[in-house]
């Protein structure tokens, strides 16, 4: 299968505490991206990450990506209650190919 | 960023009716859409991929015939449920890429708000 998979399925955090979720995929890709999803809404892209990059930045996120392991892993720092949604990896060919998702609650 | 503006957002039809859903870039052209399904509480499942001016292309699995897609404009594709049955609840998202920056691998992917459909 194409799709990723993702751990874990949900996680319960306490708002400042930093949120980690990883993904796993098995085969070879050129690109990786993450989106979040708030509840019963669509999607909004997060980042990007190529093959050959190896860690990614933007603001409160962190990615990370490993083609040896066929992992990557999204960071959120110093978490917040607004930070409550489903965040999914995407495996990028011609077409999105979507994990099977982290549900994160921030509790205030 | 670019918006892609999805409609409608709620539909409940009845069963044997058929149930159109558009999906339209709006300050951007893109030659490839992308419809998804998703159950509650799961993943995206890619269902076809929409291309302009040509048939889609549709995912192992995906009736064709139940789930018609049309690609009419740069701007605009459209999933047509037909023959709906309460099975094919679900909630619907369409995502484009934008053809000015090759609208490819390697792009972010614009999404709709999503159509959640209930058949009774």
């Known amino acids: 299968s194409q799709q990723g998979e993702e751990d874990p399925q949900a996680l319960s955090i306490q708002e400042g505490e930093n949120a980690t979720m990883n993904c796993s995929y098995k085969?070879?890709?050129?690109?990786l991206q993450w989106y979040r999803q708030n509840s019963g809404r669509g999607l909004v892209h997060l980042i990007l990450i190529r093959s050959n990059e190896r860690e990614k930045h933007s603001g409160r996120l962190r990615v990370t990506l490993d083609t040896s392991k066929k992992s990557s892993s999204l960071l959120i720092t110093a978490s917040r209650a607004a930070d409550t949604a489903s965040y999914f990896c995407?495996?990028?060919?011609?077409?999105?190919?979507f994990g099977t998702g982290t549900r994160l609650l921030v509790s205030p | 960023g670019a918006v892609v503006s999805q409609h409608p957002s709620r539909v409940i039809c009845k069963s044997g009716t058929s149930v159109k859903i558009e999906c339209r870039s709006l300050d951007f052209q893109a030659t490839t859409m992308f419809w998804y399904r998703q159950f509650p509480k799961q993943s995206l499942m890619l269902m076809a991929t929409?291309?302009?001016?040509?048939?889609?292309?549709?995912e192992q699995g995906v009736e064709k015939d139940k789930f018609l897609i049309n690609h009419a404009s740069l701007t605009l594709s459209t999933l047509t449920v037909t023959s709906a049955h309460p099975e094919d609840s679900s909630f619907y998202i369409c995502?484009?890429?934008?053809?000015?920056?090759?609208?490819?691998?390697?792009?972010?992917?614009?999404f709709g708000q999503g159509t959640r459909l209930t058949v009774v």
């Open positions: 929409s291309n302009e001016g040509s048939k889609a292309t549709y």
């Open positions: 995407a495996l990028d060919f011609q077409k999105l190919v």
């Open positions: 995502s484009a890429r934008d053809s000015r920056t090759g609208g490819a691998v390697g792009t972010e992917a614009f």
């Open positions: 085969t070879s890709i050129n690109n």
